[in-house]
């Protein structure tokens, strides 16, 4: 065992001696197995099924199938899912048959179940996992003019932070971790690899059916290194005879956004789809900050004047089709999809507000075919598949050649020399190929054995515009990463359920590397990095509404592309950078509670406690010349200790009361600095730039019938309120308050008119009412009060 443990072997080793006994063939029962399907034959993940009189029962699997072991007997079965009916079922099961096939089919209904999921405002929770995780439904925000990433706002202990208006870099917060420390999955693939063009901030939310959102431990089907969580966005696997869904919005800043979905059947087993979207905004609001004077060649820190943005257009639009075939003999479902998108983006800002550019930008494309397979049911029922294989090639332009430099007053004047940042005309070709494979096998015992593993390979080459001939570099970036999980998941009694895991994870590296001190010779630098993690994730049903949650992993992330490499800009990356590791614990309580046929109510409160070791921090860098930019360090040992609660409501169908706050703790917990081996000045405090107190409200109201059946009415108000941090140390001390993002308190109202069963919809949307001064990033000014307005209309199914 000693030997196992030195070899990392451990964890598996522990899972085979669990595995060992469900492999053991029980006597005298009965298997009953099968999946729990939509009406059109779609899988209905995490359904539950109990029998009644009995605490026994089986929580559906990512894919809709089940499996449970009874004796013979008689006995009345309830299957039941969020968003669908009930239904029972009558069974005598008998030894002479030892195995039964059994499928359920649910009929859609838009009341929530009791016992599965508490629904309020678009909020659902995943009650039955044992992962503490949420999902956000898009259907209450498909009529806003909300994209992605501001839906995911309302979740839970998350935090989205972005660096401006309409196309500006955007990373999420979740329990503390934030960047590259939460990985985002589009349809299984890696948002990172899908290129600048399809962020979360350029997504409309009509694309998605739902958002998940996975807290801390995460499950091995993504097959992924995250450290915080996951976030993935699962667009429709619905197959209708026909339908058209568009929609026109704009507003503020000369903002404009539009939409057009097309779908439906292609004979018996055929489907198609094509998602087609725009942005465009002028992001040219106001903002507060000190102005360099041109004539004295000074900044008065003091004097803060009103200024507008004039160098923030942006653009993006994006098509994305999908062909296939379900329900063959040979395969459930068979998808070939194409992503194409393109982008213009002019840069206002670089990583502080003090600098300010007028003329640099940045312009690129990206095309992605994708072919996913899906066979359910092999041997014998017990076994699923799945496997998916997608290829990305990206082009990002830089160009920075201007002789002028700018002020915030949009004065221009020659400059020392070429070049706003940086003399630049580079152009980055980037080629991303992934593979993943996830497998279901369900034991004869009841247990359940997963297999996930993806494989990505990634290529930059860079190439200098500047001379008539692109020249191009010699050694290009590279790195190839695979992550294997193998998870048993175990249901002993029918109210509690747990998983145990273990994880693999490689990433071979290769890249330039400098060999002189002025960086004027480089040399090909390779290596490889090869570790195992651990864990265990539970869930408890107590009866009376109330559920327990605990899991633990040893997780592991390994550094990102823009780590390693930067990203050509403003990023300088670090080749060499360890992978950060982590002792993850979560502790999650709810409470449920349905009173009569209208009152429902969720209670939540949740602790997490991490250990994070070689932390890789993103810092902001003097570059010399009034020039800013950003690097990667691993930052020694990092504590976090937070908590959330949330507290949702629901009255009949008309109103919907939501709020939620986190309090996250994250501290220097390193006490010695490893480079002088001198006490650490900052040990103890907190890590800067990282929002630790924030929470929200949301109210909804809903009024039917107002202008006749089928119309509805909906008011909707929600807050977003961020304690005041500090984008560099505490350790500043009375200088901190220079440093500092302040408090904020942000307001939201929408109104929602739609007719004729939502075939039409007029939205009209305020946006930071009170116009309150926002910030973000290194204190980056977001933008004040703005008025949008979005028409909506569907057709067919």
Not at 13 to 23: A, E
Not at 38 to 57: D, F, K, M, N
Not at 618 to 636: E, F, K, L, P
Request: proline share 3%.
């Amino acid at each position: 065992m000693h030997h196992l443990l030195q070899r990392g072997l451990a964890p598996y080793f522990l899972l085979l001696l669990l595995l060992v006994p469900t492999l053991a063939e029980a006597q005298g029962l009965v298997t009953l197995r099968g999946r729990v399907l939509t009406t059109e034959g779609q899988a209905i993940p995490y359904a539950g099924l109990q029998l009644e009189g009995s605490r026994r029962g089986a929580v559906a699997d990512s894919l809709g199938g089940y499996q449970l072991q009874l004796p013979e007997g008689r006995y009345r079965l309830r299957v039941s899912a969020l968003g669908y009916q009930s239904q029972q079922r009558e069974l005598v099961l008998t030894t002479r048959t030892p195995e039964l096939q059994l499928d359920f089919r649910l009929v859609a209904s838009s009341r929530q179940l009791e016992g599965v999921e508490i629904v309020a405002r678009g909020i659902g929770r995943l009650q039955r996992s044992p992962y503490n995780a949420v999902t956000l439904e898009s259907r209450a925000y498909r009529s806003s003019t909300k994209s992605l990433s501001e839906v995911l706002a309302a979740a839970p202990g998350v935090k989205v932070r972005q660096t401006g208006g309409v196309g500006s870099d955007t990373n999420v917060s979740l329990d503390g971790f934030s960047g590259k420390h939460v990985k985002v999955f589009i349809d299984g693939i890696p948002q990172e690899g899908l290129g600048r063009s399809l962020g979360l901030n350029n997504i409309p939310i009509s694309y998605a059916e739902r958002i998940e959102v996975y807290r801390g431990v995460v499950p091995v089907d993504f097959a992924t290194d995250a450290i915080g969580g996951v976030i993935n966005i699962v667009t429709s696997q619905r197959t209708r005879p026909w339908y058209v869904d568009a929609s026109y919005a704009a507003g503020s800043f000369a903002t404009h956004r539009s939409t057009l979905s097309v779908g439906g059947r292609l004979g018996q087993a055929g489907f198609f789809g094509v998602e087609a979207f725009q942005n465009y905004s002028r992001n040219n609001y106001w903002v507060d900050t000190p102005v360099q004077d041109f004539a004295s060649g000074t900044i008065d820190l003091d004097r803060v004047e009103h200024v507008q943005r004039f160098h923030d257009t942006y653009h993006n639009e994006a098509v994305i089709a999908k062909l296939g075939l379900q329900r063959q003999p040979w395969a459930d479902r068979l998808q070939l999809s194409l992503r194409y998108a393109q982008y213009y983006k002019e840069i206002q800002t670089g990583v502080r507000q003090s600098i300010v550019f007028g003329e640099r930008h940045r312009r690129g494309y990206s095309w992605s075919p994708t072919l996913e397979y899906v066979r359910r049911q092999l041997l014998d029922g017990r076994l699923d598949l799945t496997l998916m294989t997608s290829y990305t090639q990206a082009r990002s332009t830089l160009i920075d050649t201007t002789a002028y430099k700018y002020n915030w007053r949009g004065e221009r004047e020659l400059g020392l020399g070429l070049g706003e940042q940086g003399y630049a005309h580079n152009r980055d070709d980037e080629r991303t190929w992934t593979a993943s494979l996830s497998s279901l096998l369900r034991l004869r015992s009841g247990a359940a054995l997963k297999l996930s593993h993806q494989f990505s390979h990634f290529t930059r080459e860079t190439s200098s515009l500047l001379a008539r001939q692109a020249v191009g570099t010699d050694i290009p970036d590279r790195t190839a990463k695979g992550v294997t999980g193998l998870s048993l998941q175990l249901r002993p009694q029918g109210w509690l359920g747990m998983t145990l895991f273990a994880k693999h994870y490689l990433q071979r590296v290769s890249g330039a590397i400098a060999t002189t001190g002025l960086q004027g010779q480089f040399v090909r630098h390779s290596y490889a990095t090869s570790t195992f993690g651990y864990g265990l994730a539970s869930s408890a049903e107590l009866g009376r509404g109330w559920q327990l949650k605990a899991s633990y992993e040893r997780a592991y992330r390994l550094p990102s592309i823009t780590e390693l490499f930067g990203d050509n800009d403003l990023d300088q990356g670090k080749l060499g950078l360890r992978p950060e590791y982590s002792h993850n614990l979560n502790l999650n309580a709810s409470w449920s509670h349905r009173l009569g046929a209208l009152h429902q109510l969720l209670l939540e409160g949740g602790l997490i406690w991490r250990d994070t070791r070689d932390y890789i921090q993103r810092t902001v860098q003097n570059n010399g010349g009034g020039h800013w930019g950003a690097s990667y360090i691993n930052y020694g040992r990092v504590h976090t200790r937070g908590l959330n609660l949330g507290l949702h409501y629901d009255y009949a169908d008309w109103l919907s009361l939501g709020g939620n706050y986190t309090l996250m703790d994250v501290r220097d917990a390193l006490p010695t600095d490893p480079t002088s081996g001198l006490p650490n000045v900052g040990y103890k405090h907190r890590m800067p730039n990282l929002p630790y107190s924030f929470g929200g409200l949301e109210l909804s109201l809903r009024r039917k019938g107002i202008l006749g059946e089928g119309s509805l009415l909906s008011l909707g108000y929600d807050n977003q309120y961020t304690r005041a941090f500090t984008f560099y140390s505490e350790r500043l001390g009375v200088n901190a308050r220079d440093f500092l993002v302040p408090d904020q308190l942000a307001h939201n109202l929408t109104m929602t008119l739609s007719l004729a069963r939502e075939r039409y919809a007029l939205s009209l949307e305020c946006r930071n009412l009170t116009d309150a001064a926002l910030y973000d990033n290194y204190s980056l000014q977001k933008a004040g009060r703005a008025l949008y307005a979005k028409l909506r209309v569907h057709l067919g199914h």
